[in-house]
């Protein structure tokens, strides 16, 4: 019974092999392919409103033809409190290339400040089957 333990990972570590070999030539296959989409959160954002809301210019790319629904969400420590906020819009009609979308991320109750924030924008396409997501600190200027 013990050499079965080593049987599965002899087993293991030759798919392994089996399949970095097969990677790097689908990975060619996927830099020809169309991209289905991808979502980036840029940074610096802007203050707006005294707080009240972060301006915040998001980069897509969707299927040409296909709508998408683009949206971003913002977590700050805001002194003792933390602050919270998003907001989302729709792309009628997607290019196949970069597409920039400002969105007007809203303070729910704390306001936002300068500084450091989290952000996570994602994007949901009429052609793919799961959100995609971008997650990363970005900057807050004024």
């Known amino acids: 019974m013990k050499s079965i333990p080593k049987i599965a990972a002899v087993v293991a570590v030759a798919g392994a092999a089996v399949l970095a070999s097969v990677l790097p ?4 296959v996927a830099a020809q ?3 289905v989409g991808a979502v980036r959160v840029e940074s610096p954002a802007t203050l ?9 210019s998001v980069t ?3 299927t040409p033809g296909q709508y998408a629904y683009v949206g971003i ?3 700050q420590r805001s002194g003792g409190a933390i602050a919270r906020g998003g907001d989302s819009a729709n792309i009628q009609s997607c290019t196949g290339q970069a597409q920039t ?3 007007d991320a809203l303070a729910y109750e704390e306001p936002f400040r300068k500084g450091v924030t989290w952000a996570r924008g994602y994007l949901n396409t009429s052609g793919q089957p799961s959100t995609l997501y971008d997650e ?6 004024r």
């Open 136 to 141: 990363r600190e970005i900057e807050i200027v």
């Open 25 to 28: 030539g689908s990975a060619d």
């Open 60 to 62: 897509v790319v969707c």
């Open 101 to 103: 979308v400002v969105l």
């Open 33 to 35: 392919s169309p991209s």
């Open 73 to 75: 969400e913002l977590v």
């Open 48 to 56: 707006e409103a005294r707080g009240a809301a972060v301006k915040v």
